[in-house]
Nanobody, 118 residues
Framework: QVQLVESGGGLVQPGGSLRLSCAAS????????MGWYRQAPGKQRELVAS???????NYVDSVKGRFTISRDNAKNTVYLQMNSLKPEDTAVYYC????????????WGQGTQVTVSS
């Protein structure tokens, strides 16, 4: 039973920072590619950042230079450090895991709310 549990969301002022964490269990964490998605009301869910099992990262253009995704395989945890937050970053942020070793498999966390507002 794969489980992904996000934490670290909350209310922050524009220009502030938050660090999201996603703790994984029930999986061989190191073989999964991990990602952070977000979904704002009325908008489609979008991939914000991803990190492969080998540590390669990618970011959506709107967060480049501000967000950093990282993983700690010893802790079975992936992080999203968010700096210089903007109101348009407000969304529910979801942790995602996937692999294609035997057959494609994807898993989602429950989401954590990030609100950027003064």
């Amino acid at each position: 039973q794969v489980q992904l549990v996000e934490s670290g969301g909350g209310l922050v002022q524009p220009g502030g920072s938050l660090r999201l964490s996603c703790a994984a269990s029930g999986m061989i964490f190191s073989v999964y590619g991990m990602g952070w998605y977000r979904q704002a009301p009325g908008k489609q869910r979008e991939l914000v950042a991803s990190i492969t099992s080998g540590g390669s990262t990618n970011y959506v253009d709107s967060v480049k230079g501000r967000f950093t995704i990282s993983r700690d395989n010893a802790k079975n945890t992936v992080y999203l450090q968010m700096n210089s937050l903007k109101p348009e970053d407000t969304a529910v942020y979801y942790c995602h895991a996937q692999h294609n070793i035997v057959t494609p498999a994807t898993y989602w966390g429950q989401g954590t709310q990030v609100t950027v507002s003064s």
